[in-house]
C-alpha cells in the first residue's frame, strides 16, 4: 500500500532515476501473490507455516521445514483488518497502474507504468475484500480471533484505521463520495483520533488525515472538508516537531523514538513520518509549517543515511560505513540457528539497499546479525525510504548524506558490549566507554581524589596547629 501510494502521488520520481522498471516488477510479484492468496471473494490465505519452526530455522529458502499449514480468513471466520488492509493494498496499486493522478498542481504525476487491465483486476479484488471485511457473517473482529497462530508474531491492535484506509482508497480509484463518507465514518466511530500515534504495518491513524486532506484537495466533489483534515493532520505533526504533546520523543542523536514501537525497529516509524511530513508540506497551511515540516522530515531521513552518532548510513551496501551484518538468512549465508553470528563470520551476499531496523533508544548500533530488532531487513523497512528517495529525486539536487562518510567512521566510535533491545537487555544499562576512555576516567579519578585527600589533609593539619597555638596562648 505504502510503496504504491507514494509512487502514485510523487511517481515522477522513479521516471527520472530510471527505477520504473524495478518498481513495476517488485510490485508485481508481491501483489500476485496476494492475488493468489484471495482465492474467492470472502477467502483469504493469512499465514504459511509456524512461527515457531520458521524462526528457528537459518538458511535457504528451498530446505525450509515441512509441513507449512496455511491459515484462512472466512465468511465463518472473518478478520476485518487483514481484509481491509489487502483490500487497501490492491485499491492503493490499481490507483497506480490506473494512472489516477491527484491534484496536478500540488502532487506529481504517477509512475509511467500504466496497465488498465491489471489496474481493474487489482481493483475488482479490493472492492471483493472491502465488502467482505465490513459486511462477514462472523461479524467484525481482528484476525487473530480467527487464526490464533498470528496473534504472537503480526497480532492486529484493532480494524477502523484499516477500514478507513481502504474506503479512502477506494474512493480515490472510484470517485465515490459515499466510501469517502464511510472513511469518515468510521474515523469518527471508532475514535481512531485518540489513537494517532504511529504509522507502521499495525497502525494507519497518523496518514489518515494526510490521505482525506490529499482527497478532498484533489477532488472535492467526493466530500470532505480541507480544513478539518489539514488541521487535522498539523497537531499531529505539531507536537512532534514543536516537541508538546508529542507521541514520541528525540534520543540524544536526534531520532524520533516512539517507545514501544520503536523498539524493535527505530527507524521505520521515524522514516514514516518523514514521509508523511514531506507528502503533506504541500497542504501545509503556511510557509512557516510547510519549512518545519521539510527540515524536521530531511533531520530524520539524514539520520538514517548517516548523521547519526554512529556514522552508519543504516542501508545496507551505499557506503562503506554501512551495516555489514543484516540478519538474513540467505545473505549470510549461513545454515545453523546456534551460530548465526559466526558461521559465516562475513556475510556472504551483500542486500544492496536493504533498510535495517536501526540503532537502540541510546543511538547505539554494534551489527550483531542474531540482533534482529537493529539489524532484520524488511518489506515495510524499506517502504518509507522509496517514497523518501523519490521525493528527493524530484525536488532536491543534494547528494544523499553518506556521500561524505568517509570509510571508517564507523569503527572509530562502534561500542563496544550489546545494545539495548529484546535480544540484548544486558546493554539497557547505559552506555559503554571504550577501553582508552575507562583508563581515562580512573586517571581523572584518582587525580581528584588524591587533591581532595590532600586538601582535607592540610585542612586538618591546620586546625590541630591553631588549637596547639590557642592552648599556649592561655
Request: proline fraction near 2%; charge should be negative.
Given at each position: 500500500m505504502s510503496i504504491c501510494w507514494g509512487a502514485t502521488d510523487f511517481g515522477k520520481g522513479y521516471d527520472v532515476a530510471n527505477q520504473t522498471a524495478y518498481l513495476d516488477d517488485m510490485l508485481r510479484w508481491g501483489l500476485n501473490w496476494l492475488l493468489k492468496a484471495h482465492t474467492n471473494e470472502s477467502t483469504l490465505y493469512v499465514l504459511v507455516a509456524s512461527k515457531d519452526v520458521d524462526n528457528s530455522y537459518w538458511g535457504g529458502d528451498r530446505s525450509i521445514p515441512s509441513p507449512r499449514p496455511v491459515y484462512q480468513i472466512n465468511d465463518t471466520f472473518p478478520g476485518t483488518d487483514v481484509a481491509a488492509q489487502t483490500a487497501a493494498a490492491f485499491a492503493a496499486c490499481s490507483n497506480l497502474y490506473g494512472n489516477r493522478a491527484l491534484d496536478s498542481s500540488t502532487f506529481s504525476t504517477p509512475a509511467s507504468l500504466q496497465d488498465n487491465t491489471y489496474s481493474d483486476t487489482l481493483l475488482t479484488h479490493a472492492q471483493q475484500l472491502y465488502s467482505f471485511a465490513v459486511n462477514a457473517t462472523g461479524g467484525r473482529k481482528v484476525y487473530q480471533k480467527s487464526v490464533p497462530q498470528v496473534?504472537?508474531?503480526?497480532?492486529?491492535?484493532?480494524?477502523?484505521?484499516?477500514?478507513?484506509?481502504?474506503?479512502?482508497?477506494?474512493?480515490?480509484?472510484?470517485?465515490?463520495?459515499?466510501?469517502?463518507?464511510?472513511?469518515?465514518?468510521?474515523?469518527?466511530?471508532?475514535?481512531?483520533?485518540?489513537?494517532?500515534?504511529?504509522?507502521?504495518?499495525?497502525?494507519?491513524?497518523?496518514?489518515?488525515?494526510?490521505l482525506f486532506a490529499q482527497l478532498a484537495k484533489s477532488n472535492p466533489s467526493v466530500g470532505g472538508n480541507l480544513t478539518t483534515w489539514q488541521a487535522n493532520a498539523e497537531q499531529y505533526f505539531d507536537s512532534i516537531v514543536d516537541r508538546k504533546k508529542s507521541p514520541g520523543y528525540m534520543t540524544g542523536g536526534g531520532l524520533l523514538f516512539f517507545e514501544g514501537d520503536s523498539d524493535s525497529a527505530s527507524l521505520n516509524p521515524a522514516l514514516n513520518v518523514a514521509m508523511l511530513m514531506r507528502r503533506f508540506s504541500t497542504l501545509a497551511t503556511s510557509d512557516e509549517k510547510r519549512t518545519k515540516y521539510l527540515d524536521f522530515a530531511q533531520s530524520q531521513l539524514d539520520y538514517a543515511l548517516g548523521r547519526n552518532p554512529m556514522s552508519v548510513p543504516y542501508v545496507v551496501g551505499a557506503n562503506p560505513n554501512s551495516p555489514k551484518n543484516p540478519h538474513s538468512a540467505m545473505a549470510s549465508g549461513g545454515d545453523d540457528v546456534e551460530t548465526i553470528d559466526t558461521d559465516p563470520v562475513n556475510t556472504t551476499y551483500t542486500l544492496y539497499g536493504a533498510v535495517i531496523g536501526g540503532p537502540d533508544k541510546l543511538d547505539r548500533f554494534f551489527d550483531i546479525r542474531s540482533d534482529w530488532p537493529q539489524t532484520e531487513v524488511a518489506l515495510d523497512y524499506n517502504a518509507p525510504m522509496l517514497t523518501l528517495a523519490a521525493m528527493h529525486a524530484l525536488a532536491d539536487r543534494a547528494d544523499p548524506y553518506y556521500t561524505y562518510l568517509q570509510a571508517g567512521e564507523y569503527e572509530k566510535v562502534k561500542p563496544d558490549g550489546f545494545p539495548c533491545d529484546a535480544v540484548f537487555t544486558s546493554g539497557c544499562r547505559g552506555p559503554h566507554m571504550s577501553k582508552g576512555a575507562k583508563i581515562a576516567m580512573a586517571v581523572s579519578i584518582t587525580i581528584v581524589c588524591l587533591i581532595v585527600f590532600g586538601l582535607a589533609g592540610y585542612y586538618i593539619y591546620l586546625l590541630v596547629r591553631n588549637a596547639k597555638e590557642g592552648a599556649g596562648s592561655v
Open positions: 496473534a504472537e508474531a503480526y497480532g492486529s491492535s484493532d480494524y477502523g484505521d484499516e477500514l478507513a484506509i481502504a474506503a479512502l482508497f477506494l474512493s480515490w480509484a472510484t470517485g465515490d463520495a459515499a466510501l469517502f463518507t464511510e472513511a469518515e465514518g468510521y474515523y469518527e466511530k471508532y475514535k481512531l483520533a485518540d489513537s494517532n500515534r504511529v504509522f507502521n504495518w499495525d497502525s494507519k491513524v497518523p496518514g489518515l488525515a494526510v
